[in-house]
């Protein structure tokens, strides 16, 4: 049985949660997140407990199981308090402004970077060098994330660019000049 899969999954109050057929549906204070789930993936609602079993031992059963139960516990985690993640801007001159609904990084090019805010997802920038993207859905922020921090992904000489607020920057040795003649 799977370990991930076999675990309830308890909805907290305050979110709704709605099985019709195979589509699962969460609202709560955070947003409304729907999604469609296997067809050979069996999930019931008793109470305010979420249970995902599986038909048989079938090696893709096994892997749908812990994935679904998986998905539907970040659906209902992000429905009640939401995803944010954190990006830093290292480098002179290198910062972050909102605008409206643009993030505008100044990262070293010779034209400013416009990033558009994308539905479902709240960017905020509390200082230059910070960027916090937000919001239900756990694989919009992860992607949105990953997005703008591939428009200057981090260098490991100096350590310039955008990276995770919990990412560690493995740094090299600059070059040697010789020794000798």
Not at 79 to 105: C, H, I, P, T
């Amino acid at each position: 049985m799977s370990r991930i899969g076999k675990m309830p999954i308890v909805i907290p109050a305050g979110c709704e949660v709605k099985i019709d057929g195979s589509v699962v549906t969460v609202k709560g204070p955070k947003g409304t997140l729907s999604r469609a789930v296997h067809r050979n993936m069996d999930v019931k609602l008793d109470g305010n407990v979420i249970s995902v079993t599986r038909p048989n031992d079938n090696k893709e059963n096994r892997a749908l199981h812990g994935l679904t139960r998986s998905l539907i516990a970040n659906m209902v985690e992000g429905a009640d308090k939401g995803f944010s993640k954190e990006l830093e801007v290292n480098g002179v001159g290198f910062r972050a402004v909102k605008q409206g609904k643009n993030l505008v990084l100044n990262i070293g090019y010779s034209h400013q970077v416009i990033v558009p805010e994308i539905d479902g997802i709240t960017v905020d920038v509390p200082n230059p060098n910070k960027i916090v993207i937000s919001g239900p859905d756990k694989q919009k922020v992860g992607q949105f994330a990953a997005e703008v921090r591939e428009k200057r992904p981090p260098e490991p000489y100096k350590g310039k660019g955008i990276k995770y607020a919990n990412e560690y920057i493995r740094r090299k040795e600059g070059k040697a000049g010789k020794g000798g003649k």
